[in-house]
Nanobody, 127 residues
């Protein structure tokens, strides 16, 4: 069975940093692009970032460009999101998802009915 386990979230002050991790299993990891999505309180699920199968191409939502860096280690079946200069609006539950490597798939990976979900990891930005 496909399993996605997110970790690395926590409480951090504005301007701080976090490194989120996603441990994947149950599928051929390097056959898929991967994405990070998030859901803030009272908001819809939002696509944040994506990375191609070999890490050669990355994509970011405008509000996180220059602050977030997505990466992957295919030998470890792991996906990462390095976050700097956290802002209050980054407060959300963050999830990793399969897919999202093309513009047409950005909205698809935010759909609850699409593919598999992990439990997510909570990021709270507060002073």
């Amino acid at each position: 069975e496909v399993t996605l386990v997110e970790s690395g979230g926590g409480l951090v002050q504005p301007g701080g940093s976090l490194r989120l991790s996603c441990a994947a299993s149950g599928f051929t990891f390097d056959h898929y692009s991967m994405s990070w999505v998030r859901q803030a309180p009272g908001k819809d699920m939002e696509w944040v970032s994506a990375i191609s199968w070999n890490g050669g191409t990355t994509y970011y939502e405008d509000s996180v460009k220059g602050r977030f860096t997505i990466s992957r280690d295919n030998a470890k079946n792991a996906l990462y999101l390095q976050i700097h200069d956290l802002k209050s609006e980054d407060t959300a539950v963050y999830y990793c998802r399969r897919g999202g490597g093309s513009t047409y798939n950005r909205s698809l990976v935010t759909k609850y009915e699409y593919d598999y979900w992990g439990q997510g990891t909570q990021v709270t930005v507060s002073s």
